[in-house]
């Protein structure tokens, strides 16, 4: 509990900030929830809270400090991320394309001792692109087992949560 994004403390302790003045997030993951649809207005502190897990959940694999007032985690056999890269101009498969790419390759890794982080997927196409794009995304993590957080602007996909829970009762469970 009381989880702390690391590499912005020490952003804060480099630049004279009160980094105890820093929020500290609770974070579950069990079998009432192990995927988890965060929403959230811009400069919310969505992504920030997403790093704070990836890189707590890195420390804990290393055997090293975790940013937290308290932890308690499994291992996992891999801790997957996608966040979003600045267009590269001369790529044919255009910024989508690079998306579904690399979505694609984490899911050909992935297990259900997975860790599956993802942040603003989708977000270049349209909103109801992106919406139908992130479900199929959400409903294979769920199928896989796996351990996740979803970061997104599509607030519908939170409002979602209960019927895709019902539509695949045997995967993980999502919480919002």
């Known amino acids: 509990s009381q989880v702390y994004d ?3 403390a020490l952003r804060l302790v480099k630049d004279n900030k009160n980094a105890t003045a820093m929020i500290k997030n609770d974070y579950l993951s069990d079998e009432t929830g192990r995927i988890f649809i965060l929403t959230g207005p811009n400069q919310g502190g969505k992504t920030t809270f997403l790093r704070s897990i990836g890189i707590s959940r890195i420390l804990f694999q290393a055997g090293c400090f975790v940013p ?6 499994s291992p996992v056999d891999g801790i997957f ?37 993802l942040n603003e997927t989708f977000s270049s196409t349209r909103r109801i692109d992106g919406y139908h794009l992130s479900i199929d995304i959400i409903k294979a993590m769920m199928e896989y087992g796996c351990q996740g957080i979803f970061v997104t602007h599509i ?5 979602d949560v209960e019927s895709l829970n019902k539509e695949i009762p045997g995967g993980s469970r999502l919480a919002n």
């Not at 937290?68 to 985690?73: G, L, Y």
């Not at 101009?89 to 984490?106: F, M, P, Q, S, T």
């Not at 607030?155 to 409002?159: D, S």
Request: neutral net charge; hydrophobic residues 45%.
């Open 6 to 8: 690391l590499s912005l």
């Open 68 to 73: 937290a007032q308290r932890a308690a985690f």
């Open 81 to 117: 991320t996608h966040f979003q890269k600045k267009e590269v101009l001369g790529v044919k498969e255009g910024r989508l394309g690079e998306e579904a790419r690399r979505i694609a390759d984490i899911f050909k890794e992935a297990t259900e001792y997975s860790l599956i982080l």
């Open 155 to 159: 607030t519908e996909l939170a409002q």
